[in-house]
């Protein structure tokens, strides 16, 4: 990022390219999402001058001019050049922009005021980081829920956890990293589950995250996720994950965190013996395993898988 302006004016430059990856499907959130990032304004109240480009996933592009453009910033639509999914789009997105820093945000979140004016002065400061992320609020059961982020994770932490309390839309990256060591988005993520979480595990290995804990996005969990359901996703997406990440085996908690996890998707599919697999290696390695407990009932048929999902996801939290 050496070299970025950190303020309008200085060569009439983009310091931050902002990604929205969408089908589509969702206009109206969508405008709001554009609009939370074209509205963003330094710590003295000027605009950023910033590049927004929405990515269109194989489908006809949505008219957006009546989106007001403030002067310095510009609105960019294209349509996925990769392989469907969220995958394709964003690094469509990520070889379009012309920025020194790549953000994203998810077509139905906003980014909140004073995000950029907290992150990117951060990421400067820590040039060995390889991204920069912060916490958010999440819209659940019809109230407000803040999940502030720690201000630093490194890789055993990832291992540990998935770290809930940054999430995609908070994150940017470097585009020179993305287009070198860091990498692209991994397109042969089974589904398109995990992405996020991988990209987060490989900026972990190479030098960490640093983050604004305070809220700098605010997400709408009162609706259903794209994957709420596909339960065939998270258990080939997890399973990818474990096989590209070897060092869970390094960390018996945070394996036991992934084959819980694998092991209740295997349940809700009804897949017994697979569930009944996952959910024996995630207590021999944390006998405290609730994902493997739970899956366990809902393989006898003890419990609906739907409906542990949703009182998790009541609190804030993922499963």
């Not at 392989?83 to 820093?101: C, D, E, F, K, M």
């Not at 979140?109 to 990117?120: F, H, I, N, R, S």
């Not at 956890?161 to 470097?174: A, F, T």
């Not at 042969?188 to 305070?214: C, F, K, N, S, T």
């Amino acid at each position: 990022m050496s070299g970025t302006p950190l303020a309008p004016g200085h060569d009439g430059a983009a310091p931050v390219s902002a990604v929205i990856a969408t089908i589509g499907g969702r206009p109206e959130l969508l405008r709001l999402a554009v609009e939370s990032i074209l509205e963003q304004r330094t710590a003295g109240g000027e605009r950023w001058p910033l590049e927004v480009i929405v990515v269109f996933d194989h489908v006809e592009p949505l008219d957006l001019s009546a989106v007001s453009v403030p002067a310095g910033s510009r609105l960019v639509v294209v349509t996925n050049e990769g392989p469907q999914g969220l995958a394709g789009g964003r690094n469509t997105g990520i070889r379009t922009a012309s920025s020194a820093v790549v953000g994203f945000c998810d077509d139905d979140d906003a980014w909140l005021p004073g995000k950029l004016a907290a992150q990117l002065p951060l990421l400067e400061a820590h040039p060995q980081a390889r991204a920069v992320a912060g916490g958010m609020l999440v819209r659940t059961g019809g109230k407000d829920v803040e999940r502030r982020a720690p201000e630093r994770v490194g890789f055993e932490h990832l291992l540990r956890s998935r770290v809930q309390e940054i999430h995609p839309s908070s994150l940017m990256y470097r585009r020179a990293e993305l287009l070198g060591e860091l990498g692209l988005v991994d397109e042969a993520l089974p589904h398109g589950y995990g992405e996020d979480y991988d990209m987060m595990l490989r900026a972990g290995r190479l030098g960490g995250i640093v983050a604004v804990p305070q809220p700098v996005v605010r997400v709408l969990w009162d609706r259903p996720s794209y994957f709420m359901g596909k339960w065939r996703s998270v258990a080939e997406g997890l399973s990818y994950l474990l096989e590209k990440f070897p060092e869970f085996e390094q960390d018996p908690r945070g394996l036991s965190r992934m084959a819980g996890q694998i092991a209740y998707a295997r349940a809700a599919l009804g897949e017994r013996p697979e569930a009944k697999r996952w959910a024996r290696l995630a207590l021999r390695h944390d006998r405290g395993q609730l994902r493997a407990w739970a899956a366990l009932a809902v393989a006898a048929r003890l419990l609906p898988a739907g409906l542990v999902l949703a009182a998790v996801q009541r609190t804030g939290h993922g499963l």
